[in-house]
Antibody, heavy 124, light 113 residues
Framework: QLQLHESGPGLVKPSETLSLICNVSGDSISSRSYYWGWIRQPPGRGLEWIGSVYYSGTTYYNPSLKSRVTISVDTSKSQFSLRLTSVTGADTALYYC????????????????WGQGTLVTVSS | DIVMTQSPDSLAVSLGERATINCKSSQSVLYSSNNKNYLSWYQQKPGQPPKLLIYWASARDSGVPDRFSGSGSGTDFTLTIDSLQAEDVAVYYCQQYYSSPQTFGQGTKVEIK
């Protein structure tokens, strides 16, 4: 059974960099059939896709965050990571990692597995 | 960006009755080359991550009860919950993955009347 687990600091100061890791277990992060993504949800609000990465390092980013976001993959550690620079209070959210299906046409697709999420608060 | 608009924002349904949630995309999410609608539905219960219910607009994910069904094509989609159960109380989201950035609807809260 696939499991994803987010980890990282729960508190980040304004203007600093938010860094999270998603550990993947129960399946190969190097599979050609999946992308791996980050999604966030501000408290009491809806879902926002941040971006996704393929095992090869190919990435897709949300243009609204693109200038501040880097998503990378480390297949040797079976993990992928999120870096978000110059954070503000608007970046306070529950951050989820997830797995996207993909079979090569207009991907990545829907998210079939999600981590439990990690709350990141931006505050001094 | 493709804007996803759900209606209603919330609804209250009696146990055993049908709940219907609509989702409209600002442009078609039907890819003509494979005739697939790049549209999914998720259920999110309080304190839990979203759970995939439906993908390709009408394909039910493994283990999802058959009272959940998805329909529609192009720009208009519907999630139907037949015979609402107490455990179906949740917020439901549609999502398009036709083009980047992937976008979600604002969510529809389903409660028991």
């Amino acid at each position: 059974q696939l499991q994803l687990h987010e980890s990282g600091p729960g508190l980040v100061k304004p203007s600093e960099t938010l860094s999270l890791i998603c550990n993947v277990s129960g399946d190969s992060i190097s599979s050609r059939s999946y992308y791996w993504g980050w999604i966030r949800q501000p408290p009491g609000r809806g879902l926002e896709w941040i971006g996704s990465v393929y095992y090869s390092g190919t990435t897709y980013y949300n243009p609204s965050l693109k200038s501040r976001v880097t998503i990378s993959v480390d297949t040797s550690k079976s993990q992928f990571s999120l870096r978000l620079t110059s954070v503000t209070g608007a970046d306070t959210a529950l951050y989820y990692c997830g797995r996207h299906g993909y079979f090569g046409v207009r991907g990545p697709y829907y998210l079939d597995y999600w981590g439990q999420g990690t709350l990141v608060t931006v505050s001094s | 960006d493709i804007v996803m608009t759900q209606s209603p924002d919330s609804l209250a349904v009696s146990l055993g009755e049908r709940a219907t949630i609509n989702c409209k995309s600002s442009q078609s999410v039907l890819y003509s080359s494979n005739n697939k609608n790049y549209l999914s539905w998720y259920q999110q219960k309080p304190g839990q991550p979203p759970k995939l219910l439906i993908y390709w607009a009408s394909a039910r994910d493994s283990g999802v009860p058959d009272r959940f069904s998805g329909s529609g094509s192009g720009t208009d989609f519907t999630l139907t919950i037949d015979s609402l159960q107490a455990e179906d109380v949740a917020v439901y989201y549609c999502q398009q993955y036709y083009s980047s950035p992937q976008t979600f609807g604002q969510g529809t809260k389903v409660e028991i009347k």
